[in-house]
Nanobody
């Protein structure tokens, strides 16, 4: 079992920054990657970024150059640094991983960007 808890969301003006955190607990030694998704009201949940424990990262095109995913292994925490935020980044942000075919999600953290 793995538990994920996101934090760091909030209300920010366009052009500002936020850093989201995803803290993992439980059988964290079984995790080898973490993804961030977001979901805006009335829209489907969308992939934002992934980090693999090998160090590889990938991003959706709309956040490349603005968002950075990283991890602190000692703290079992993955971060999403979001810079140059835009109103269209407004969404609930979730971290997720899967282990042995079981997918785990956090409860989400809300990001609201106003112009």
């Amino acid at each position: 079992q793995v538990q994920l808890v996101e934090s760091g969301g909030g209300l920010v003006q366009a052009g500002g920054s936020l850093r989201l955190s995803c803290a993992a607990s439980g059988r964290t030694f079984t995790i080898n990657h973490m993804r961030w998704f977001h979901q805006a009201p009335g829209k489907e949940r969308e992939f934002v970024a992934i980090i693999r424990w090998s160090g590889d990262t990938d991003y959706r095109d709309s956040v490349k150059g603005r968002f950075t995913i990283s991890r602190d292994g000692a703290k079992d925490t993955v971060y999403l640094q979001m810079n140059s935020l835009k109103p269209e980044d407004t969404a609930m942000y979730y971290c997720t991983t899967y282990v042995n075919g079981v997918e785990y999600w956090g409860q989400g953290t809300q990001v609201t960007v106003f112009s």
